[in-house]
């Protein structure tokens, strides 16, 4: 089926561990972010990617890695988790350009760091 | 950089009242509005924009208003049902990237709409 999808939806992990956080739209957008969802701080873009092999970070890009090797996949890696990154993360992407803004998110990832 | 404040945080009506949600934005450059719902385990979903050179748009029970001159946007639900209950969030767009919007969020309103 055509749209979003993050995997996995439910991860729980150590600190210290490293941790990928997987993407894959099939709409063939060239716009793709990662953003974090904390109570008290709503959305914020951590990173994003305009194209294949060009990214660029967000608010929040401190701790995290980012790369975009096809066009339809962005992971997101934590690569030395601590437990300030516990939240849940969404990945969306988008069209570009200026004629719409809208963002299609993923259904979300839910990460705890114990 | 652009900050945007969202209020009030949560906000309770009867079936069938209206029900206003406000943001203030900072950044006099930001030109383009979203609003975004948020069902319980799901991802944001686009319900209504508006872009800088409109004043107010609507789309059957949902509006969004723009005020430029106090930096300030605001999303009214009319007749509201059981369905609508959920997170809301407003979104100002930051500066200019490129190829596209990049937006800074306020930080959500959780609505319940009580039978």
């Known amino acids: 089926d055509a749209g979003i999808t993050q995997s996995p939806r439910y991860k729980i992990t150590e600190t210290g561990r490293q941790v990928t956080l997987m993407c894959h739209q099939t709409w063939s957008h060239s716009y793709m972010f990662w953003y974090r969802q904390d109570l008290g701080h709503g959305l914020r873009l951590i990173y994003y990617?305009?194209?294949?092999?060009?990214?660029d970070k967000g608010e929040v890009p401190d701790g995290y890695v980012v790369s975009r090797s096809k066009t339809e996949n962005f992971p997101l890696t934590l690569e030395s988790a601590t437990r300030s990154q516990t939240s849940v993360y969404f990945c969306?992407?988008?069209?570009?350009?200026?004629?719409?803004?809208?963002?299609?998110f993923g259904e979300g990832s839910r990460l705890t760091v114990l | 950089g652009e900050n945007v404040e969202q209020h009030p945080s949560t906000l309770s009506v009867q079936e069938g009242d209206s029900a206003v949600i406000k943001c203030t934005y900072s950044?006099?450059?930001?030109?383009?509005f979203p609003w975004y719902k948020q069902e319980l385990g799901k991802g944001p979903q686009l319900i209504i924009d508006?872009?800088?050179?409109?004043g107010e748009k609507k789309d059957q029970r949902i509006a969004v208003t723009l005020n430029k001159t106090a930096k300030h946007f605001s999303l009214h639900i009319t007749e509201t049902q059981p369905e609508d209950s959920a997170v809301y969030f407003c979104?100002?767009?930051?500066?200019?990237?490129?190829?596209?919007?990049?937006?800074?969020f306020g930080t959500g309103t959780r609505l319940k709409v009580l039978a």
């Open positions: 990617s305009a194209a294949a092999d060009i990214t």
């Open positions: 508006i872009r800088s050179n409109v």
């Open positions: 969306a992407s988008s069209e570009g350009g200026w004629n719409t803004g809208e963002l299609f």
């Open positions: 979104a100002a767009s930051e500066g200019v990237t490129s190829g596209t919007y990049k937006y800074i």
């Open positions: 950044d006099s450059a930001s030109n383009y």
